[in-house]
Nanobody, 122 residues
Framework: QMQLVESGGGLVQAGGSLRLSCAAS????????MGWFRQVPGKEREFVAA??????NYADSVKGRFTISRDNAKNTAYLQMNSLKPEDTAVYYC?????????????????WGQGTQVTVSP
């Protein structure tokens, strides 16, 4: 089992920045692809970004504004979010999966955090 705990969410004005963190425990962190997803009520959970040893993927909607990174020594993944927009408002989840590529499909991720709320005001 791997436990994931997100932090760093909050309320920010449009154009502002937030950095989300995802602390992992229980498994060898470096061997997992780490992903960020987000969900708003009534909608499917959608891909935001993913990172592993083979590279990084971003959703088109966040390219150029969000940056995913990881620190394997600290067992932590990050999502730096800049130039935030009201449409970025969602619950953000981190996830871990054993994939060869930085996968965008939520179905391949085995472990999920509890989520952290991000609210962007106009």
């Amino acid at each position: 089992q791997m436990q994931l705990v997100e932090s760093g969410g909050g309320l920010v004005q449009a154009g502002g920045s937030l950095r989300l963190s995802c602390a992992a425990s229980g498994r060898t962190f470096s061997g997992y692809t780490m992903g960020w997803f987000r969900q708003v009520p009534g909608k499917e959970r959608e891909f935001v970004a993913a990172i592993n040893w083979n590279g990084i993927n971003y959703a088109d909607s966040v390219k150029g504004r969000f940056t995913i990174s990881r620190d394997n020594a600290k067992n932590t993944a990050y999502l730096q979010m800049n130039s935030l927009k009201p449409e970025d408002t969602a619950v953000y989840y981190c996830a871990a999966g054993r994939t060869n590529v930085p996968a965008i499909e939520k179905e391949v991720y085995e472990y999920w955090g509890q989520g952290t709320q991000v609210t962007v005001s106009p």
